[in-house]
């Protein structure tokens, strides 16, 4: 991409130069700060990542949206909080909807004959480049006070106009290929689950032949398969203290560390022992959540919550095939035994119910299988991560770069013929930063 013939430099905290034919005007030339304005028949809005979305009025107290100001289609909406710690969130955006906000937000009206497109970037820009750093105080906040004597370039509408519609093109035709990766991802973890679900079930042997089960959640398994209760191979671990232990918990199908200095001490002093080769599943609000994978393979020494339970295999077992029975057990079944309000289970809940009982070399054969096919999913999951997070990248390259002058795109026009997704790799393959 090609840059302007000629630059000048700009006495601007968050740019050194500018196109040679650009000015620049403080941001109150541009944008006016709203006078706070109340409207309790709209309903409650926020920012998330660069966008005003609705909130649940039914969660917001009547009092505090009592509070909240208007925002409408077409003004921007800045979120001023938590500068330095919330380094990640996009903290401006221009409404696509009538809402209120809270107070704490600051609300700008556009001044006449300014593409509000164009300027939505620029804010996006000026947010991720500077903004952080003018807050005040121990939370970092901001006032429009703080930002309104800050310089921004100022641009002909034309340009502007050019800017905007080059960066709706292309920016829509990079999250519909991210959409497209992701949706590819999606279809990966359904193929995993998949491959998981048969595999344990079925075995690997696809001429073998099967009989039924009688386990309401197994179906048919293969012939030479019988059944055995999960007491006879997991037993229920006793109990132990151990405050000399980093304390752990559950996520997502993994045993994970948790950071001590957040756990109370005497809330650590209750947590059990969880070592390396011992299983635990996590019992608690099986109706609430449908997603999480409850049950893990520990490969760490950690302490955990009491309500957790902690299960010990017998000997002769595979413990990574086991792992992966547990697993399918969670999602297939396990959640049918929950009680109560918050659906819980415990050991005595678990126990009785029946398991495949699977010869020890078959055992060995499944858990190598599901461990490469899923070993080759998930490089080919990272392959695509890798390319979403460079397209990502791109993308926020092209915005910086083109609303502050660095590509001169003044000669763009919409093509008549719409280019393949593919190209958007291509391009951010070749992309070379003209800095």
């Known amino acids: 991409m090609e840059k302007y013939l000629k630059y000048k430099k700009v006495d601007i905290d968050w740019l050194d130069k500018i196109p040679e034919h650009w000015e620049v005007c403080k941001i109150k030339h541009i944008l006016s700060h709203k006078k706070k304005t109340s409207n309790p028949n709209l309903n409650c809005g926020s920012i998330s990542f660069g966008n005003v979305v609705y909130k649940d009025d039914k969660k917001v107290p009547i009092e505090t949206k009592a509070a909240y100001q208007e925002l409408l289609k077409g003004e921007f909406l800045i979120n001023p909080l938590n500068l330095n710690f919330d380094l990640k969130s996009l903290r401006t955006a221009l409404s696509d909807k009538d809402v209120v906000v809270s107070s704490g937000y600051i609300v700008l009206q556009a001044n006449e004959n300014l593409n509000k497109r164009y300027l939505k970037w620029l ?20 006032s429009y006070t703080h930002i309104k004597n800050s310089y921004f370039p100022k641009v002909s509408l034309k340009e502007q106009n050019t800017i905007a519609n080059f960066l709706e093109y292309k920016l829509e035709k990079i999250e519909r290929f991210i959409a497209k990766k992701e949706k590819t991802i999606s279809r990966l973890n359904e193929l995993k689950s998949s491959k998981v679900i048969k ?3 079925n075995g690997l042997d696809e001429n073998v032949r ?6 309401q959640w197994l179906g048919s398994t293969p012939e030479n398969w019988d059944t055995i209760k999960i007491k006879h191979i997991l037993s229920h671990k006793k109990k132990t203290s151990n405050p000399d232990l980093n304390c752990g918990s ?23 022992e969880l070592l390396k080769g011992e299983f635990l599943i996590n019992p608690l609000n099986l109706n609430f959540d449908l997603k999480s ?8 020494d950690v302490v955990v919550s009491s309500g957790y339970i902690v299960l010990q295999a017998n000997e002769n077992l595979n413990k990574r095939y086991l792992k992966w029975l547990l697993h399918v057990f969670d999602i297939l079944f396990m959640k049918t035994f929950g009680s109560g309000v918050r659906q819980t289970l415990n050991y005595n809940d678990i126990k009785n119910s029946y398991f495949p009982n699977v010869p020890l070399e078959e055992q060995n054969q499944i858990a190598n299988y599901i461990d490469d096919e ?14 979403i997070d460079m397209v990502v990248e791109y993308k926020n390259a092209i915005i910086a770069e083109v609303v502050t002058g660095k590509i001169d795109v003044r000669e763009f026009k919409i093509p008549e013929t719409e ?4 190209m958007v790799a291509e391009e951010t393959i070749n992309y070379k930063s003209p800095n």
Request: proline share 3%; aromatic share 6%; net charge positive.
């Open 123 to 142: 804010l996006h820009v000026f947010d991720v480049s500077y903004m952080k750093t003018l807050g005040s105080g121990v939370r970092q906040t901001l």
């Open 250 to 272: 559950i996520s997502f199908g993994n045993v994970v560390y948790k950071d001590d200095k957040k756990v109370p001490i005497e809330t650590k002093a209750a947590y059990q």
């Open 374 to 387: 899923l070993n080759k999913i998930d490089k080919i999951i990272a392959s695509i991560n890798k390319e």
């Open 210 to 215: 099967m009989k039924t089960s009688n386990i």
């Open 199 to 201: 595999t344990i079930t």
């Open 419 to 422: 280019k393949p997704l593919a």
């Open 293 to 300: 994978l409850r049950t893990a393979l520990s490969d760490k």
